[in-house]
Structure formats: C-alpha cells, structure tokens
C-alpha cells in the first residue's frame, strides 16, 4: 500500500515537459509550469536528504497545496512531503517514474489548468488516472496549488 501511495505521489510531481509539445490542449503549457515539472522529475531520481525533497516541494507547490483523492480524501501538503521522503529509501536511479502524457491546458489569467494521463506499464497495458493540476500565478512564480486524481487506478488505453 505504502509503494502505491509513494507511487501516486510520484505521479503528482513528474515531469510534464517531455511529453508537452505532443498535447492536444487549448493552450501551451507556460514554460515555467515545464521546467518545474522536469525539475521535479530530476530531483525526484536523485534526492538524497528530507532537505532536497523540502527543497523540490517548494520550488513547486503552493503552501496551501491540496491533493484530492477519487473519494474525496484530501492529501495536505506536509503530509505528501512526508510521503516523498519515504522515496529516499530506494536506492538512486531505481525509483519508479510513470509515464505521463497531457491532454489538455487552459490558461484563464493567473490560473492555468493541466489534465493528463500518469501511469505505468504492467504486463496487462497500462494501468493508472486521469488527473488534474490547477496552478496559480503568484510573486515567487507559477506554483501548484490543486491536484485531483479523478478516478482510482485501472486499465487504461492512453493515445499515442
């Protein structure tokens, strides 16, 4: 369960930028928004200390940051910090990483609104979500402040 939960969390702040320019999306992702999601990505293969994933949960996530589970279970952002640095245990360069493939971006003024595809590859295709990320635009940068997995993990036919 706790590799699950690591691994849902993983998916919360993997990198977008990778798969950003392929997007069927009403608009393009800021690059801002990119590079902190290709920022996480890395951080997340090579942390070492609670520090660094302090450090990666900052230079992302707003202080007020909420995560929303399918049932409406709410993941405050200290919580999910304490989650991440379960992550430290698994050795450098072994830590899983899901795919991600984004299908929609609106940016309505200081908000932009990401929607996309997390999952991995299993022996039976691709199981994972659909979610959704709400970031704000505020005096340190675009932060993230809403991430909602609108359903529980399960077979997926994700589009190429």
């Not at 702040?13 to 992702?29: E, K, M, N, R």
């Not at 450090?55 to 399918?70: C, H, L």
């Not at 919580?79 to 795919?99: C, F, N, T, W, Y």
Request: glycine share 6%.
């Amino acid at each position: 369960m706790r590799l699950i939960r690591v691994g849902i969390l993983i998916g919360v702040f993997v990198g977008f930028a990778l798969w950003a320019t392929s997007a069927q999306a009403q608009d393009t992702l800021p690059a801002e928004i990119s590079s902190a999601y290709s920022a996480t990505l890395a951080t997340l293969q090579t942390a070492k200390t609670p520090e660094d994933i302090r450090a990666m949960v900052e230079a992302m996530d707003s202080k007020d940051w909420v995560s929303i589970s399918p049932n409406g279970e709410k993941n405050y952002r200290d919580d999910a910090e304490k989650q991440l640095v379960g992550l430290l245990s698994i050795p450098v360069g072994k830590r899983p990483v899901p795919k991600q493939k984004i299908i929609y971006v609106n940016i309505a003024g200081s908000i932009t609104t990401t929607v996309f595809w997390v999952y991995r590859t299993t022996d039976q295709g691709a199981v994972g979500s659909l979610i959704r990320d709400t970031w704000e635009k505020t005096e340190l940068g675009w932060r993230r402040s809403l991430h909602e997995k609108l359903f529980p993990d399960r077979l997926l036919d994700v589009p190429q």
